[in-house]
């Protein structure tokens, strides 16, 4: 098991819903990201947040919508999606924005298996 | 566009046989290398290279960067079935300000026979 926690771990959810992903982290990480892995496929980066702000997003359609509530917790919001969304979401954290690279690597949780009917 | 190309793409070995895989990168603001092993789930975090020829080590798994070269090598010796993953190559680099984000290779699938 890893320090970040993410829920749920599967999902199967229609085109017309609206579902959310959860992202939790205890270990005072001030970076989040939401990566997305196809089927043998590596990660592909979605959003960061550095500090509970929106730094990067990778030009992802409108239909996902990240949230940072605070510092320990990273949302993502799904509606409207379609069947190629299905995919594994991972969340990852690493310690300091502004050292990321130099001594922080990221962590990431277990996934959220997703599955768009 | 960042680049991140992992050799082989995939590799069958008997246990106790020592392998080398390989990554190497073309990317703009490069800040680190990353090394990650992933199972089923979540890769996890093998190592971080950040400076060329200091050669990082756990256990039976090393690795080394050649910042000049643009590439890395990570070894395994005495391989175990337990070692059986994928390996994720990753560049870490700075795309402005003090964001960070990692480009991941498309892995090495690593199956050991018993």
């Known amino acids: 098991d890893t320090e970040v926690t993410q829920t749920p771990k599967h999902l199967v959810m229609g085109m017309t819903n609206k579902k959310s992903l959860k992202c939790e982290q205890h270990m005072g990480h001030r970076a989040m990201y939401w990566y997305k892995q196809k089927a043998k496929k590596p990660p592909e980066l979605m959003f960061v947040y550095s500090y509970e702000k929106l730094s990067i997003n990778e030009s992802v359609p409108s239909r996902f919508s990240p949230e940072c509530p605070n510092s320990s917790l990273l949302n993502l919001h799904l509606h409207a999606l379609q069947p190629e969304d299905s995919a594994l979401y991972l969340c990852a954290s690493s310690q300091d924005p502004r050292r990321a690279g130099y001594n922080s690597p990221l962590h990431f949780g277990n996934g959220t298996r997703l599955t768009v009917t | 566009e960042d680049k991140v190309v992992q050799s082989p793409l995939s590799l069958v070995v008997h246990e106790g046989d020592t392998v080398t895989l390989n990554c190497s990168y073309e990317?703009?603001?490069?800040?680190?290398l990353l090394w990650y092993k992933q199972e089923k789930k979540a890769p996890t975090f093998l190592f971080m290279l950040?400076?060329?020829?200091i050669e990082k080590k756990s256990g039976r798994l090393s690795s080394i960067l050649d910042k000049k070269e643009l590439f890395s090598i990570l070894n395994i010796t005495a391989t175990q079935t337990g070692d059986s993953a994928i390996y994720l190559c990753?560049?870490?680099?700075?795309?402005?300000?003090?964001?960070?984000?990692?480009?991941f290779g498309k892995g090495t699938l690593l199956t050991v026979n018993p």
């Open positions: 990753a560049v870490g680099v700075n795309s402005g300000g003090s964001n960070y984000k990692l480009t």
């Open positions: 990317v703009t603001n490069f800040r680190s």
């Open positions: 950040t400076s060329s020829g």
